[in-house]
């Protein structure tokens, strides 16, 4: 079993980044996916959800702290779920990691995102 990320980076306030999850060793359509995030010295923090099927009402859920910045979607053909991100803060740097939740629960490995001049 594997998810991973790819698409953190450096980026100045303001920027945008898109972040990606690929799956595989499971059955990617039968878990829902969510992204976290944990800055230094903080706990993880549930950023963004998106329910095992996104056409269904209320399927995609955010952190309030990324509503209107962030849309989360997955590509069950791809095994990939995505996170886009804009108007990116110095205060969403953090380490983000994809989670598989479902019959199990799998984690990414983390990509690295930094938001500063």
């Known amino acids: 079993v594997q998810l991973v990320e790819s698409g953190g980076g450096w980026v100045q306030p303001g920027g945008s980044l898109t972040l990606s999850c690929t799956g595989s060793?499971?059955?990617?359509?039968?878990?829902?996916m969510r992204w976290f995030r944990q800055a230094p010295g903080e706990g993880r923090e549930l950023v963004a959800a998106?329910?095992?099927?996104?056409?269904?009402?209320?399927?995609?859920r955010y952190a309030e702290s990324m509503e209107g910045r962030a849309t989360a979607w997955r590509d069950n053909s791809k095994n990939t779920a995505y996170l886009q991100m804009n108007d990116l803060k110095p205060e969403d740097t953090a380490v983000y990691y994809c989670?598989?939740?479902?019959?199990?629960?799998?984690w990414g490995q983390g990509t690295q995102v930094t938001v500063s001049w």
């Open positions: 998106v329910a095992i099927l996104q056409g269904d009402s209320g399927a995609t």
């Open positions: 060793g499971f059955t990617f359509r039968s878990y829902a």
């Open positions: 989670n598989a939740w479902g019959p199990e629960t799998y």
